[in-house]
Nanobody
Framework: QVQLVESGGGLVQAGGSLRLSCAVS????????MGWYRRAPGKQRELVAR???????NYADSVKGRFTISRENAKNTVYLQMNSLKPEDTAVYYC???????????WGQGTQVTVSS
């Protein structure tokens, strides 16, 4: 059974930092894509960042230069370092993994990030 366990969310003041982690279990083969989405109240889900198994990365324009995604394949873990946080970053953050572009992704349960002004 595949499980994604997220941690690291919380409440932080604007300008602060948080580091999200997502540990994946139940997958023994390589994972092509790992990443993070977020959903803010009243808004659609948004891709925040994605990293491939060759460490190629993509970021939403709104987080470029502030967020950094990384992965540790030996631990099947993906991280999201979030710096210079803004109130508009407030959302539930969901990690996901996708073994290949042709396969259904797996999702974490979500972790709340709240940035106060």
């Amino acid at each position: 059974q595949v499980q994604l366990v997220e941690s690291g969310g919380g409440l932080v003041q604007a300008g602060g930092s948080l580091r999200l982690s997502c540990a994946v279990s139940g997958i023994t083969l390589s994972i092509d894509y790992m990443g993070w989405y977020r959903r803010a109240p009243g808004k659609q889900r948004e891709l925040v960042a994605r990293i491939t198994n060759s460490d190629s990365t993509n970021y939403a324009d709104s987080v470029k230069g502030r967020f950094t995604i990384s992965r540790e394949n030996a631990k099947n873990t993906v991280y999201l370092q979030m710096n210079s946080l803004k109130p508009e970053d407030t959302a539930v953050y969901y990690c996901y993994v996708q073994r290949s572009i042709y396969m259904t992704p797996y999702w974490g349960q979500g972790t709340q990030v709240t940035v106060s002004s």
